[in-house]
């Protein structure tokens, strides 16, 4: 459809209220955006709580296994694995980890790093409904 | 023969049942077919059934756009197997806050505001209302209102898009014989030539 046609089928209250309602749209997304930032990095090494600290604290924390040496970096707000002396080094596959409940885990060494505190990230349903 | 008034007015108002029971039934025939299109979650609604009360409120006025919404959640519910079901109180919630402001708007704003405007409020309306007892019935958590803005942008889209076929629609249904004489509220009696006393639409 033509813009002109479009146009002609508003009324100018039509469209101040559209553009209201848009605006009003936008402050809500910035205002709501996702603050689902965790907060505390804890390590846990054989279920046993070995480090837990701010995310914002940065530094670099040398973890030993049974496998050898794990290297977890927090710098920036992330943490993730720098280093592994595994065999499959899937631990530093799986990335950086900010939010709430994500996980890097190294198995061999028998390492759990994870994230707490904030808010509950986005995709995870507590019930659906039609 | 002469047409008397009281029997133009007899007319009518018969023509308006009718031509408000096709309406709510086509909105329950939209409102079902939605349920049938795959969507990204079950809140998001293209809400076609809309368009039918946005024609009857332009049409036919306030309690004629009320009764259809109505009608059409009440009937789609027992269509779809959802009566009383989480969905259907989120649907009645949407639905009536979205019907409170379009019936609000029309009767603040008369002939100022177009089908687009009134559309477009009514989806918000529609969203909100949703969310808020989506917030007091089911999940009280703060996470839902993160999916407020997204929510809201989408009913925006969708509410000036159904108030354009409204708008198409109307255009449509005013050149029309049986509803030149329709405008909102009541009254505004037809006066038909006598040849089209009965009209065969």
Redesign the interface.
């Known amino acids: 459809?033509a813009l002109g046609d479009?146009l002609r089928?508003?009324?100018?209250?039509?469209?101040v209220?559209?553009l209201v309602?848009?605006a009003?749209?936008?402050l809500?997304?910035f205002l709501?955006?996702?603050g689902?930032r965790g907060e505390l990095v804890i390590v846990e090494q054989g279920g046993r709580i070995v480090y837990r600290a701010p995310l914002e604290l940065e530094r670099t924390l040398r973890l030993s296994g049974p496998q050898g040496e794990t290297v977890l970096n927090i710098a920036g707000g992330h943490a993730c694995i720098i280093s592994a002396s595994c065999p499959h080094k899937v631990c530093m596959g799986m990335g950086e980890i900010a939010r709430h409940g994500e996980l890097l885990a190294c198995v061999p060494n028998h390492l759990l790093v994870r994230i707490e505190g904030g808010?509950?990230r986005?995709g995870?349903y507590?019930?659906?409904?039609? | 023969m002469t047409s008397s008034v009281a029997e133009a007015e007899e007319l009518d108002r018969m023509r308006r049942r009718i031509f408000l029971g096709l309406f709510a039934a086509l909105a329950v025939a939209l409102h079902t077919l939605e349920?049938l299109l795959p969507s990204p979650a079950?809140w998001f609604r293209l809400g076609f059934a809309n368009i039918l009360t946005l024609t009857a409120l332009f049409l036919y006025g306030g309690r004629a756009a009320w009764s259809l919404t109505l009608t059409r959640i009440g009937v789609g519910s027992l269509v779809l197997g959802?009566l009383f079901?989480?969905?259907f109180f989120?649907s009645l919630a949407g639905g009536t806050l979205a019907t409170a402001l379009m019936v609000g708007a029309r009767a603040l704003?008369g002939q100022?505001?177009?089908?687009?405007?009134?559309s477009?409020?009514g989806a918000?309306g529609h969203a909100a209302g949703q969310l808020l007892v989506a917030w007091l019935l089911?999940?009280r958590?703060?996470?839902l209102?993160?999916l407020?803005?997204?929510f809201?942008?989408f009913a925006?889209g969708t509410g000036?898009a159904n108030?354009?076929a409204a708008?198409l629609l109307l255009d449509l249904l005013r050149s029309h014989r049986a509803f030149c004489g329709s405008t909102e509220g009541p009254g505004a009696p037809l006066s038909f030539p006598e040849k089209n006393k009965r009209t065969p639409t």
């Open positions: 459809m479009l089928r508003t009324t100018l209250l039509d469209r209220l559209v309602l848009f009003a749209a936008l809500s997304l709501l955006r996702p689902a808010e509950k986005d995870d507590d019930l659906l409904s039609r | 349920a079950p959802s079901s989480p969905g989120l704003f100022r505001i177009g089908p687009v405007g009134v477009a409020l918000c089911l999940v958590h703060p996470g209102l993160n407020f803005p997204v809201f942008l925006l000036i108030g354009i708008s």
